[in-house]
């Protein structure tokens, strides 16, 4: 597809997406009271000249990178936006716009100064240092809220320094992986049935299992612990195609996930909540949060309550940890499948991105930007739906947070970078064969 063909599609969905997420917006504030849509139409344009100048700063600077992913991305962060100012029109709402301009900022900013994503390679121990550094930041400068200790207070804000800390991680194991990968796939020993790689390369397996339970034991929060293990860990997989590696990870996390229960009762009392959800004894308290979210979601329906005549806004946390249900009492089941068909959507195309990279590392890197938010988002929402025992993380886009949507901007920035150089750059492969033809 033609550069200018590629970014008029891009400008085409965009809009589309920018009309359903005010739309939603517009809805919120009507159904609230008619005199609130005066209010939000200054959210509108800010939104909408947001979204304009980072697609002209893409017109301009990554003519070739893929065209759904900034709108899928717009889409997610208008409705999402919509359903936060639903839930606190004066506080979290107008907050929420402000850190959507600041993530845009993020986004225009990597893509102007990562013209070459093959450059991060170089500062892959910086970067692996640095989000080490991040992840463990607030073991002694972090403030506990809702019982983990993930944020660091600073001039009277707050963030969550774990959320960047991620992007430094999947930079450093994409180059650290490309760099190894032959070496870590190497069967030298055999084990029963099994051809297995030299013990010593299980060490990064190890080390990123001790800095999983080093976060889930001093922060107390599992969401981030069970993420960066699972990134790592089908990151590996990915590079070497040994299932061993992923049969030993497993593992590790069964003996860290039995640590945890046996060590920490708010571990305890999760897995309860998560077996025995309506029991009498825990409905009242620990449980009412995750009860009041499977009462939201069965009340929506099929097509739900409509925007602002449901009652997300009983549920603890609803802007947060519980968006989904939130979006599921008022969308119904239509709404939310549409939701997880955008994620889908998100996710096809990331892998679509690490297919056609030209490079190693940038097969890894756009394969862990894109796990990142596939794991991320299937965490959230298996906690949220009781798959799984629930963990307190963001969904991205969607939630309430600075931190998150910041570093969700830098991340599909990244990864449009990688879109761009895949489609512009020439295939040795190709180059290689037209020489040898050449020759001939």
């Given at each position: 597809m033609p550069a200018s063909r590629r970014r008029n599609t891009e400008l085409s969905l965009l809009i589309l997406a920018l009309i359903v997420g005010c739309g939603a917006l517009a809805l919120v504030a009507v159904a609230r009271n008619t005199d609130r849509l005066a209010k939000v139409i200054p959210f509108m344009i800010v939104l909408v000249v947001g979204y304009v100048a980072a697609h002209l700063v893409m017109r301009r600077f990554a003519r070739e990178?893929?065209?759904?992913?900034?709108?899928?991305?717009?889409?997610?962060?208008?409705?999402?936006?919509?359903v936060v100012y639903r839930l606190s029109p004066k506080e979290f709402g107008p907050t929420q716009v402000s850190w959507s301009v600041v993530g845009l900022v993020f986004f225009v900013a990597t893509l102007l100064l990562v013209r070459d994503f093959k450059m991060l390679a170089r500062f892959k121990y910086i970067l692996g240092f640095t989000g080490l550094g991040l992840l463990l930041l607030p073991v002694p400068f972090g403030t506990t809220v809702n019982g983990a200790k993930l944020w660091i207070q600073f001039a009277g804000l707050s963030f969550q320094p774990g959320e960047l800390a991620k992007i430094c991680l999947v930079i450093f194991f994409a180059a650290y992986l490309a760099e190894r990968k032959e070496l870590l796939a190497i069967a030298s020993k055999k084990v029963l049935a099994f051809h297995v790689p030299d013990i010593k390369h299980f060490g990064p397996l190890l080390v990123m299992w001790g800095v999983s339970l080093a976060v889930m034991f001093y922060e107390k929060d599992l969401g981030s612990s069970l993420l960066f293990f699972s990134i790592f860990l089908v990151m590996l997989y990915i590079a070497t195609a040994r299932f061993v590696y992923m049969a030993f990870g497993f593992v590790l996390f069964f003996i860290g996930a039995y640590i945890g229960h046996q060590v920490f009762s708010h571990v305890q009392l999760r897995v309860r909540i998560w077996l025995d959800v309506f029991n009498p004894e825990l409905i009242g308290g620990e449980s009412y949060q995750m009860a009041q979210s499977l009462f939201?979601?069965?009340?929506?329906?099929?097509?739900?309550?409509?925007?602002?005549?449901?009652?997300?806004?009983?549920?603890p946390a609803a802007e947060t940890d519980f968006v989904f249900a939130a979006l599921g009492e008022e969308l119904g089941l239509m709404g939310t499948v549409a939701i997880l068909m955008i994620f889908m959507l998100v996710i096809a195309r990331g892998l679509r991105i690490a297919v056609r990279s030209r490079d190693d590392f940038g097969q890894l890197l756009a394969m862990g930007l894109t796990v990142t938010i596939g794991v991320q988002t299937f965490i959230i929402l298996g906690g949220v739906t009781r798959l799984l025992p629930l963990t307190g993380i963001t969904l991205p886009f969607v939630s309430y947070g600075g931190s998150s949507l910041v570093s969700n901007f830098i991340l599909i920035a990244l990864l449009l970078r990688v879109s761009h150089q895949g489609a512009v750059e020439p295939d040795p492969a190709r180059t290689a064969e037209i020489l040898i033809g050449g020759r001939g």
């Open positions: 990178a893929d065209p759904l992913i900034l709108p899928l991305a717009a889409l997610l962060n208008t409705v999402g936006l919509a939201a979601l069965a009340t929506g329906g099929l097509f739900g309550t409509g925007f602002g005549q449901g009652r997300p806004d009983i549920i």
